[in-house]
């Protein structure tokens, strides 16, 4: 992981009097996952849409393996594909039908592409569908569909649009399986995703997009250390906490916050600086009001996510 | 070994064939049942109270403007609600364009090739019923070739920049319904333009339907007319070319 294989700089799209993206620079480094996080309308997907050729920049740049992609889209189309968060899949034309024009689209002769295309269902645990469009296939099918189409000219550089949004618990895991295959196998990914959990899981560095702008960049672990949060500790109390023992609580050294949300039955969120705070809350909480359940978790990238981005909701 | 902008157009040709011949049945019967309606209740039913002045039979002055008429309805809904679906609906012309090694020009020759394709299937459809049972019915084969052509290439750039500029789909119908009508009953498809006063006909003879129409009906080789409409098609392909340039990379 040495060269750069995709450097943006200062890139923006307005729509209108919208600031879409405003300004982002980032580079992406040869066999390395980026995750692209960001609330509903943060610049996400438009990023991704520039980053492939689709929408113009209103200014900055755009290099993909050295070439610039409003100068020579040919090339740069030749280095990435995509699989993208819509369907995408041809209405009447079966699978390998569909995925053998895929591939000749991309150059390949006739014998390769049909060879491909079986290659790819066969990847994809598709073949007995290959007559089927794609419209006839469950959730999780399309999405391994999509994903195996991105790979049929194996090449260097792939965008992975929400990837397993929408999947059951298997599907999701089975495709993580996949990604992970392609991270050994030295693939650049982007990665758009709303699960932290996967980005947590799959992405060697993070960036946090809301609107339009970078607000937090840097591997998952250095981005929970910024947060300043080391575990969150859930405690239910064996008798309600009052006013006053919640504040006792809170003025423990190393408790950085504490709250009792509403319909938590009682239940109170310790986020703690330091793990040596849990010897003297859990004692305090104990005398104070009893402890019936206590569940210690180190604070995650979702925690991280929120703290930026705020827990209101998104239009 | 074939240039890449070849290669490209000419895959999107062979997509967009293997597409039409799976239902090629369902678009046979669309390419007749208008135009044997016409033939049936104007031509044969209406037309035998009408003498026009100068010309044989109504049916014979109206079989060359059905004719024409149908490649321009086949080709331009065709195209405006395939390129709208696979936009708007179905997603996948945003991916070809997306991330296809290929330029929109490419994808739009391509749509061209088959529109020509098309066109000749709609005329083969209308016109193998009318030469088995209307024996007698002679038209110019290469003038027929050669509007054929034009107008494919006019009317399928039509559809695909109304297909891939327009968003709503009622917006879609309606601009189809304000293309094809005024085509359809003005054009000199039933009557002749001559009727029509000079300022109404200079504007009906500029639209390529017409001189091909009016083309198809003198027989021969009706050159000027074969111009005008190929120069009609070849501004009407750049400007499709732009518009589909401009609306696939916002």
Redesign the interface.
């Known amino acids: 992981m040495t060269s750069e294989m995709i450097q943006v700089e200062r890139l923006a799209k307005s729509f209108g009097n919208h600031d879409a993206v405003n300004g982002i620079s980032f580079d992406v480094l040869a066999g390395e996952t980026l995750g692209l996080l960001g609330p509903n309308g943060a610049g996400k997907t438009t990023t991704i849409?520039m980053l492939?050729?689709?929408?113009?920049p209103s200014s900055g740049r755009i290099t993909v393996g050295g070439y610039d992609v409003l100068k020579n889209?040919?090339e740069v189309?030749?280095l990435?594909?995509?699989s993208?968060q819509?369907?995408?899949?041809?209405?009447?034309?079966g699978i390998a039908?569909d995925l053998y024009?895929?591939a000749?689209?991309?150059?390949l002769s006739r014998k390769d592409a049909k060879l491909r295309a079986q290659q790819t269902l066969q990847w994809a645990k598709l073949e007995s569908h290959a007559k089927k469009n794609g419209h006839q296939l469950s959730g999780g099918m399309q999405r391994r569909l999509l994903m195996a189409r991105a790979l049929i000219t194996d090449p260097p550089i792939l965008y992975l649009d929400e990837p397993t949004t929408g999947l059951d618990p298997q599907s999701r895991h089975a495709l993580w399986e996949y990604i992970f295959e392609l991270k050994r196998r030295g693939k650049t990914m982007i990665l758009t995703t709303h699960y932290m959990e996967e980005a947590e899981k799959l992405c060697d560095r993070v960036i946090i997009i809301d609107h339009g702008k970078i607000i937090a960049e840097g591997s998952p672990a250095k981005l929970r250390r910024g947060l300043g949060i080391d575990s969150i500790l859930t405690l239910k109390p064996r008798r309600p906490f009052s006013s006053a023992d919640l504040r006792a609580l809170k003025e423990i050294p190393g408790v950085l916050d504490l709250s009792s949300p509403n319909g938590s039955n009682g239940c109170i969120t310790v986020h703690l600086r330091e793990k040596e705070a849990l010897d003297e809350i859990v004692v305090a909480a104990s005398c104070l009001a009893g402890i019936d359940e206590l569940n210690l978790t180190e604070a995650s990238l979702e925690d991280v996510f929120l703290q930026l981005t705020g827990r209101g909701l998104r239009e | 070994m074939i240039p890449r902008p070849i290669l490209a157009s000419l895959v999107t040709f062979e997509r967009e064939i293997r597409d039409y011949r799976k239902n090629i049945f369902y678009f046979a019967l669309r390419n007749l049942i208008q135009p044997v309606f016409f033939v049936l209740v104007i031509g044969v039913g209406l037309g035998s109270f009408v003498n026009l002045p100068g010309r044989e039979s109504y049916l014979s002055f109206m079989l060359p403007g059905i004719l024409m008429m149908s490649v321009v309805q086949v080709c331009y809904q065709h195209f405006s609600s395939e390129i709208w679906m696979s936009k708007n609906h179905e997603g996948y012309l945003e991916l070809l364009t997306m991330t296809a090694p290929i330029k929109p020009r490419e994808a739009v020759a391509g749509y061209l090739l088959t529109g020509i394709v098309v066109a000749f299937f709609a005329v083969l459809c209308f016109l193998l019923p009318v030469w088995l049972l209307l024996p007698g019915f002679a038209i110019s084969l290469s003038a027929l070739m050669l509007f054929t052509i034009g107008l494919a290439l006019f009317f399928t750039s039509a559809g695909i920049a109304v297909g891939v500029s327009v968003l709503d789909p009622h917006t879609l119908t309606t601009v189809g319904i304000f293309i094809t009508m005024p085509l359809t009953y003005l054009c000199g498809v039933f009557v002749p333009v001559e009727m029509y006063p000079p300022p109404f006909r200079l504007m009906i003879e500029v639209i390529p339907l017409t001189p091909a129409i009016e083309g198809l009906r003198e027989g021969g080789l009706p050159i000027a007319e074969i111009i005008y409409v190929w120069c009609a098609a070849a501004l009407a392909v750049v400007a499709a070319i732009k518009v589909f340039e401009r609306n696939m990379h916002p």
Request: zero cysteines; proline letters at 10%.
């Open positions: 849409r492939t050729g689709l929408v113009r889209p040919i189309k030749r990435f594909d995509i993208p819509e369907a995408s899949l041809h209405p009447h034309l039908e024009f895929y000749r689209l991309r150059g």
